[in-house]
């Protein structure tokens, strides 16, 4: 059964940077792409990029170009979600989805909760 | 970038149809998808590609589009539907936006 599992919470100071994994099982890795998705404690859903795990390109929101990087490791079928120069505004839960051509995101991790305090 | 409106709730009694809207100028070109999120848990896609159901969603899930609107329609409602629906959407640079979100109470 496809699976994502999202590596764990982090605590990180203002100005420092956080790197998310997400760990694919069940399904053929490079055949879909992985997006990223946060949502601030009591806010809706934020669409932050995806990655095509096939090639490697990417597209990023607009609002975090130049502060967010994703990449893969297609040798282990894991996605990552950097994030640079946080502020408190980036505290949120961080999910990864496998993303479909026109499936939409079909399937989800768990959820990572990034806190970012002094 | 583009936005998707929704209303911030939609209330019905048990067994009754619940309807949520999505509005977006985008939403003639572009497919809609709807997700299903309950507190403490990741969202569920309910809804693809308009209408679209994946396995293992109800048949009492719904999708429709008409123009700039798309609907999710959920008929004979039940206690365990109460939560945030979000819609989504993308541009034709693989952009995506989605909805501020629809909180769903089951009276």
Known sequence: QVQLV??????KKPGASVKVS???SGY????????????????GLEWMGWIS????????????????????D?????????????????TAVYYCARRGDSSGFDYWGQGTLVTVSS | SYELTQPPSVSVSPGQTARITCSGDALPKQYAYWYQQKPGQAPVLVIYKDSE??????????GSSSGTTVTLTISGVQAEDEADYYCQSADSSGTYEFGGGTKLTVL
């Open chain 1, 6 to 11: 999202q590596s764990g919470a982090e605590v």
């Open chain 1, 22 to 24: 997400c760990k694919a």
């Open chain 1, 28 to 43: 053929t890795f490079t055949s879909y792409g992985i997006s990223w998705v946060r949502q601030a404690p009591g806010q």
């Open chain 1, 53 to 72: 795990a096939y090639n490697g390109n990417t597209n990023y929101a607009q609002k975090l170009q130049g502060r967010v990087t994703m990449t893969t």
């Open chain 1, 74 to 90: 297609t040798s282990t079928s894991t996605a990552y979600m950097e994030l640079r120069s946080l502020r408190s505004d980036d």
């Open chain 2, 53 to 62: 159901r994946p396995s293992g969603i109800p048949e009492r899930f719904s």
